[in-house]
């Protein structure tokens, strides 16, 4: 059974459909433009497919949804039953799919608490799942609340992208040190930090960004129990080996998840993203 508050989500938390069914998550969809059509993440287009029209360099953008999907999305949790809705979504300054999920909170049949969690993919997603494990253990709208805050702030996202400037042409990473890595040929590692995307280390080839993206979450894992999510867009193999060597350094480890990233970040991080989320218990 439902429990009485809601847990509501986007597309960009990357959760599986089990687990959205189990736990009874309601996600509103984000869409990415290729050339002049649109698609809506999650049931109209795959990652492989922006990948591909990435490479080809067709142009791709991404939409945040309207005001008027959530809307809906808030009067079905209503008409379901629920007593209140805890929404909750990617980084405000990656997107402006919290400003939407605000504005229709305002015009909601019941009460909404909007979150910004200042995360993306599984980041997100374990964040969501936080909420939902509280929701279901009968709690309070604010004890969901903070329940996903404690995640959110205990999780980091870490990742690696052969290139800066599908961050750079989406506005998501300075122009400055998109020019800078491509200048010197770096690979970057990157983080999300108070929401925003900020290159963490630069390294000189890919197979060493690698190595110290494995190194990073070993160090943030330490011995706590931890889930993990290993991401990729069109770099299945390398996403593989690494989840393989993270099973074996990390004894602690609870619980694993390794897989593609869907249609929204594939388009602004691009092919050989290899990214990381690691998510204490």
């Known amino acids: 059974m439902p429990p009485h508050v809601a847990i509501l989500t986007d ?5 599986g459909h089990e687990a959205i069914a189990r736990h009874h998550v309601r996600v509103v969809p984000l869409t990415v433009v290729i050339g002049d059509e649109a ?12 990948a591909r029209a990435l490479q080809k360099r067709h142009p791709v953008t991404t939409s ?30 990656i997107s402006g799919t919290y400003d939407a999920a605000t504005v229709a909170a305002k015009e909601a049949p019941l009460p909404v608490r909007v979150v910004d969690t200042g995360l993306v993919a599984m980041a997100l997603g374990f964040t969501v799942l936080a909420a939902a494990e509280t929701a279901e253990a009968g709690g309070t709208v604010d004890e969901i609340v903070a329940a996903a805050q404690k995640r959110a702030a205990d999780t980091s996202a ?15 990473i300075g122009a400055a040190q998109a020019l800078l890595g491509s200048a010197l040929a770096v690979k970057p590692l990157l983080r999300l930090a108070d929401g925003r995307i900020e290159l963490l280390e630069k390294v000189r080839t890919s197979s060493k960004a690698v190595s110290r993206l494995e190194e990073i979450v070993v160090e943030r894992a330490g011995t706590r129990p931890v889930a993990l999510a290993v991401h990729h867009l069109a770099a299945a193999d390398r996403a ?19 897989s593609e990233v869907g249609a929204v970040i594939g388009a602004h991080a691009g092919p050989g993203l290899l990214g990381v989320v690691v998510a204490p218990l």
Do not use: C, K, N
């Open 11 to 15: 597309s960009t938390a990357y959760l």
């Open 39 to 50: 698609f809506e993440e999650g049931t109209e287009i795959s990652a492989p497919a922006v």
């Open 64 to 93: 945040r949804p309207s005001p008027a999907e959530f809307t809906a999305a808030y009067e079905a949790a209503a008409a379901a039953g629920a007593d209140a809705v805890v929404s909750l979504h990617l980084s405000a300054d």
């Open 158 to 172: 870490i990742f690696y992208v052969d290139t800066l400037d599908y961050l750079r042409r989406g506005g998501r």
């Open 240 to 258: 593989t080996a690494l989840a393989d060597r993270l099973r074996t350094r990390l004894p602690a480890l609870e619980h694993l998840v390794v």
